[in-house]
């Protein structure tokens, strides 16, 4: 996220909380944020929130729909008002003393029960100084709580733009061994690389050999690093005569530069097919 | 271990549940290298005592979730020698552990370093039988900073290391866990490597390791393809475990396995090994498990206690019968 869109989505996740919570609720947000002792009443809040907010999807009117639209934040529309309002406290702490700041969070997160701890992660676009998250972030890549992984995995741009390539395909990998949406990680695509190719290639080889199938998306990782070798691969998962399975590649392929790849994909006359109708793409996997 | 499931799923794999019939392996002995019985309860004891088991490992691993203090890993390390031997002591089977910090919380390396400190207190114990479970998970410096370091201890105390191989990235991962054992002097025949599957297995075996296979519904090893495997490598230095703990798993995966191995044609002799001789040839290099021993603890007083403590709690009686619709 910009830097300079701080302000422009402070603005509007402010407006949304105000407008999803009693005037009762209002007026503690407001003592919090405005004590003297900030970060110490931020913290207690955090735990509190649910108890003065509950946990009802947030409604948004049009104005509201616009701005997060504009900040590039649309994917928080439908967060429950408790998550929205932890995220809200924590993106309130004072940013000045980084050393204060980080030791409050980090606190939060050692205490974490798992909603918490979704709001903690998904807290992480709205912290400052982003760098010093990143070990954090790391961390909840470990997690096996399902929740807990969706709020660093879906719809957060954090990882993508602030993980080193080690943790970033630790966690592709992992959303795929969970199950995750993968359609809804952020900078799937920018952040391709050849090591996550071949070792997603790998995963493949594992879920043949335990015949288990191979999620199409996968393929997509793959597509810009097809060489000699991992040619070879595709050959293999083509030859399972799995129809989602093959398309996948077939796209894959399509996406290359490799030509040899290409000419073998036109032997299938059915992939050959679906390729020239030009309706496949990565959002029908 | 691990992670999302649902009912709906495991039921269109592995279709209604069906009861085990154990009566294919009667009478025989197994040797569970590898269960987390912290996270089991004393019916997984009972169960397991009637289906053959006469001996586990049980592990050191991570409870779910981080430990956040040096404490919680000396209580954890001393639960395992003390109150869950004992526990397990009062249903005829005797408890090894090994002892080791697992390679997710490697990743906390201020915590990491104060548990190397005291790891010396745990491993020298009795019936400590290796170093484990030790390796990577996601394949972090750290975690290879801390498995480097535990092979340094194994080798100074002449203990068997037991290592978990990744879930992720399974196959270089256990590459990579083997060519650090060799780089540091160990014998492979001093290392089990653990959680193989078809694309590690040769490798492993054609290296002098011991390969350990872990049969847990839907992200491990199956139990068709673990007959398949021993079909193919032969019983050989290979063992196999159930590995189960707080996820969907099965503590009976030993004796299931071995009554399948029967089934589909495998010799008693093959399944002896692999269900119970091999793992005690490989962990008895520890001087720290003689067969003997199972034979003791069959003479169980479930009246026993443990500093106090019994696991019959207000009025039970020592054994309930499982055969019975009634439970009263």
Redesign the interface.
Known sequence: MKRDDTMAIQEALSAIVKSNVSADSQNWLESVIQSADQSNKISQAFVMVPRKTGKSVIQLNEAQKVSIAAAGISYISNWTIDRLCRVWLLSNLNAADQEKLYATVDRLFLSAEMSEAVALYSALPFLAHPEIWVKRCAEGIRSNIGSVLEAIMENNPYPSENLDDAAWNQLVLKAFFTEKDIRHIVGLDERANLELALTLIDYANERWAAGRKVHPQLWRLVGKFINAEIFEHLKVGLMHYDQIEQRAIALAVAQSDYQPAKDYIHTFPELKLALSEGNLNWDSF | ????SSIERDKALMGEPEAFDISAVKGMKFFDPHVHMTSRTTDDYQAMADAGVVALIEPAFWL???R?GLDSFRDYYSSLIGWERFRSSQFGIKHYCTIGLNS?EA??ESLAEQVMEILPLFVYKEGVVGIGEIGF????AAEEKYYRLQLELAKEAGLPIQVHTP??????GTQRSMDIALEHGLDPYSVIIDHN???TVKEVLDRGFWAAFTIYPFTK??NE?MVEIVKQYGPERIMVNSAADWGISDPLAVPKTAALMKMRGLSDQDIELVTYRNAITAFAQSGQLDEADFNAQKNVDLTEKFEGNTILRGGQQPRTDKSSIIIS
Do not use: F, V, Y
């Open positions: 271990m691990c992670c999302s779910g979730q981080p956040t997710r990743n906390n998970d996601d394949q972090t879930h992720r990235d399974k196959k270089k599957n078809e694309e090893m199956g393809r």
